[in-house]
């Protein structure tokens, strides 16, 4: 059972540059190429470092480049989860430029306090997580970039994978309160 509705023609393993076959292996491969990433960003980050639309797609792309053609690349297919659709593909290039402009590019280089910090991490996260850009690895592509901005400002980092199946969900519902408080800023 795939994990997102896209259409029926779907099937649950995605065509990708290996020709793997099996979902164990695009799982190792995925993680490999995930926690490279943000090994790689991790080793690069710099006070000077800004956080857009593009270090976004960056990270996309070191992650997922071995193995998927759309690797960095906003997705082309609309798709749901739980019975939310997230917004639909023509407009991600759109919300992607109105999320760098609102909220990314207002970002701080230094933060007076872990508050402020803690607020726009939280902000960034859940929106990235709404607006859903890219096919596969949106998750793992925020949680990435929430550890970057941590990491910029001397913290350690967070612990994503102290998350068991209890705590995800309320991950997931604090994500979804993100995505209705979006939702009912948009209707205003």
């Known amino acids: 059972m795939s994990k997102?509705?896209?259409?029926?023609?779907e099937n649950e393993i995605l065509p990708n540059l290996l020709n793997l076959d099996k979902k164990e292996d695009i799982d190792n491969a995925e993680f490999e190429g995930f926690l490279y990433a943000e090994l790689y960003l991790t080793e690069k980050l710099t006070s000077r470092t800004k956080f857009n639309e593009k270090y976004i797609l960056q990270i996309h792309k070191l992650a997922l480049n071995e193995l998927y053609s759309f690797?960095?690349?906003y997705r082309t297919v609309n798709m749901?989860?739980?019975?939310?659709?997230?917004?639909?593909?023509?407009?991600?290039?759109?919300?992607?430029?109105e999320f760098g402009n609102?909220?990314?590019?207002?970002?701080?280089?230094?933060?007076?306090?872990?508050?402020?910090?803690?607020s726009d991490v939280s902000k960034v996260h859940g929106e990235l997580l709404f607006i859903h850009p890219f096919r596969e690895g949106n998750g793992r592509t925020a949680r990435i970039l929430a550890n970057l901005m941590v990491r910029k400002q001397g913290y350690k980092g967070l612990h994503f994978?102290?998350?068991?199946?209890?705590?995800?969900?309320?991950?997931?519902?604090?994500?979804?309160?993100?995505?209705?408080?979006?939702?009912?800023?948009?209707?205003?």
């Open 4 to 9: 997102y509705k896209i259409s029926r023609e």
């Open 71 to 73: 690797a960095g690349k």
């Open 80 to 97: 749901s989860k739980g019975g939310f659709l997230f917004p639909t593909a023509q407009f991600i290039s759109q919300s992607m430029i």
């Open 102 to 118: 609102d909220i990314l590019n207002s970002l701080p280089n230094k933060y007076e306090n872990e508050e402020s910090l803690i």
């Open 161 to 188: 994978e102290r998350i068991d199946k209890k705590i995800f969900n309320q991950y997931v519902n604090a994500v979804q309160i993100w995505q209705i408080r979006i939702m009912s800023l948009w209707k205003k």
